[in-house]
């Protein structure tokens, strides 16, 4: 009997390994503060202002569009 060949199986790629996205763009997470301070302040940032104005209130940051950079490697 003849073997069969044998089935070729599609090699899985991330997104993360391609060389598309190997500069992908980043934004930074940035505090009330910054956003206090900024000169152009967007929606996000001032609901994220009037949030954090609250006493007691916990947060981890806002991503702010103005900060965005090449990503790493």
């Known amino acids: 009997m003849a073997k069969k060949p044998a089935k070729k199986t599609a090699k899985k790629t ?4 391609q060389a598309v996205n190997k500069y992908a763009h980043t ?3 940035v ?3 910054t956003c206090i301070s900024c ?3 967007c ?3 001032l609901s994220y ?4 104005s609250h006493p007691g209130a916990v947060g981890h940051g806002v991503p702010c569009h103005l900060t965005k950079g090449k990503g790493t490697k």
Do not use: F, L
Not at 14 to 17: L, R
């Open 14 to 17: 991330s997104k993360y390994d």
């Open 27 to 29: 934004v930074k997470m």
């Open 31 to 33: 505090t009330s503060s």
């Open 39 to 41: 000169k152009t302040q």
């Open 43 to 45: 929606a996000r940032g």
């Open 49 to 52: 202002i009037e949030k954090m």
